[in-house]
């Protein structure tokens, strides 16, 4: 064969363009606190839409709708769902992380510009289940592909989004006009921002701690041992001097991301070096200077 | 409030980052035809998987775990899963269309660099299930927006991914040793490319065709009408003259992606103007310029 058959393409993304699409994924936040009165642009909301519409799905079943919802009345009866669903989940929260758990604010409904329900219809494809007959549930991944492209588009328009997961989805549906056939799979807050955190809010806030990733890496078949080159560039990129001691069984081997125990810790000041990094990348961004790649990599 | 109290914050990506970021989503395709047998640097795919721990989850979970498959025998094995699953799913397909099904290449596990299965462990936050209790699947969901993440992040560095879907759950469970609780997820076929396809190839095959956005847009309830003006801003992103008209119920509103009678189409020849764009979009590019955010807009 000619090189030009085997050599891998070239695809258009330079340093640049690959740091964007990173920066885009390292510094997306699930928004509840920042969000500004200011109504958000049709035409940057098609953008949004448009890159939704182009997630991968299933048998390209694209079994995705998106319901816009504006109206005031109507958030706030959405509202009050998710407030009846916090005080049925807090019961099942480990009690002594009760209190914290009420402090957070776990959604932005009423004050984002608008929100947005993006739902999976289940029948789009019927009678030709191309990659779903074993994984019927495939076209409900295919949708939450759709929602994070719809999500990472956004923070790249400087737009924040918010996902709320603590509402009863039947109530949503009948609120909604939702069918028996259609699932909601995310209900959305989005708009414009005062700011994106520096870090995910249940951080800052002690509630859990980011993995380390090279423990959540394995070879071969579940838990299985190898990978120490992979592991190692892994370890590099996160600026950790050794890989961490791993141990099967699995349980043993990442510790839960929750309980943390850890007192909340303060949020740190808005300041262009923490704006979007944390303090260790911060640190490295000004060793390394900004836009080169492991600079821009979060811990 | 001060203004800067209220302004929405500058957040660092200027118009070719945003590019970037959309054309990562708009090129990004299910790679099944066009893997290279070069192998892939740790440093990249330690890159990749950064990008997928930097996923959304709920109750900042982290519930996904990734198993790098590189092991010819392993993967001549899942390859005849695949195998037998087509044949069970084949009959499920209508039948004027089964011929077309079988001529379709479907995945790529033994010709990539290497595979990778990534796992949802649904026992990781066992007694604090902040943004679960309601809706459980919320971990798997999580984990969804890991694969997402990861297959951009690869579009970006010109590596292509393929999703196998067609696979019995359990019997992969058992090949990997994957234990009850863990969830697979996805199975990624993942290597260099000798090009990235302009169009799914589902639909230059004829399988399916690209659903007009803008009917699958409602308004504060599923089928409401309403938000002409987004769709028109839709329609102009699409570079379609008319929003087409809509009507429910829903099932008439949307035709469905599937069964499409077209005859395959042949695929068009591999030259720079129709690499990663449709003929529409190329010819839209010439038109505008390359790098407007117009012009990389698929039809």
Known sequence: MPDAMTAPVSDGFDQMARDAVYRAMFTRRDVRSHFLPAPLDDEVLARLLLAAHHAPSVGFMQPWNFIVIRDAARREKVRDLFLAAREQELPEIEEERQALYRKLKLEGIC???LNICITCDRQRSKGSPLGRWHNPEMDLYSTVCAVQNFWLAARAEGVGVGWVSIIEAQALKSLLSI??????????????????????????????????????????????????????????????DTVQATACPADQRVAPAVPQREPPKEESALSLSSL???????????????????AMVLK
């Open 276 to 294: 979007n990094f944390d303090d260790a990348s911060a640190s490295l961004m000004s060793q390394a200077g900004s836009g080169t790649w492991p």
């Open 111 to 113: 004050e984002s510009a």
């Open 179 to 240: 069918p028996d056939h259609v699932t909601p799979i995310a209900y959305l807050c989005v708009g414009r921002v005062s700011e994106f955190a520096p870090k995910p809010d249940l951080e800052t806030h002690g509630w859990g701690r980011r993995l380390p990733l090279p423990e959540l890496i394995m070879s071969e078949t579940f838990c299985g041992q190898g990978e120490a080159s992979l592991k190692s560039a892994v370890a590099r990129l996160n600026a950790v």
